[in-house]
Nanobody, 122 residues
Framework: QVQLVESGGGLVQAGDSLRLSCAAS????????MGWFRQAPGKERELIARISWSGNWTYYIDSVKGRFTISRDNAKNTVYLQMNSLKPEDTAVYYCAAALLNTHRPSEYRYWGQGTQVTVSS
């Protein structure tokens, strides 16, 4: 069992930065691939970044590549999403999730956080 709690969201202006954190409970955090998803109003939830259990491999969708960085600290049971050069189109609820597989499919992520709102004004 893994419980996930996101934090760090907020209201910022275009061009600003935010760092999201996702704190996990449970002893097996390091066994999981971790992903950051986002869901904007009226849109489907999309995977924007994911990271391997060791942190040595990462993936980003094109729209955030070069602006966002996913990282993890297994000693602290925490995964991060550093978001730079934020744009209004980044406005969404951001979720972290844990999967035993290296997957892009939301259905294969076993555990989810409650989400944190990120709003970017122009």
């Amino acid at each position: 069992q893994v419980q996930l709690v996101e934090s760090g969201g907020g209201l910022v202006q275009a061009g600003d930065s935010l760092r999201l954190s996702c704190a996990a409970s449970g002893r097996t955090f390091s066994n999981y691939y971790m992903g950051w998803f986002r869901q904007a109003p009226g849109k489907e939830r999309e995977l924007i970044a994911r990271i391997s259990w060791s942190g040595n491999w990462t993936y980003y969708i094109d729209s955030v590549k070069g602006r966002f960085t996913i990282s993890r600290d297994n000693a602290k049971n925490t995964v991060y999403l550093q978001m730079n050069s934020l744009k209004p189109e980044d406005t969404a609820v951001y979720y972290c999730a844990a999967a035993l597989l290296n997957t892009h499919r939301p259905s294969e992520y076993r555990y989810w956080g409650q989400g944190t709102q990120v709003t970017v004004s122009s």
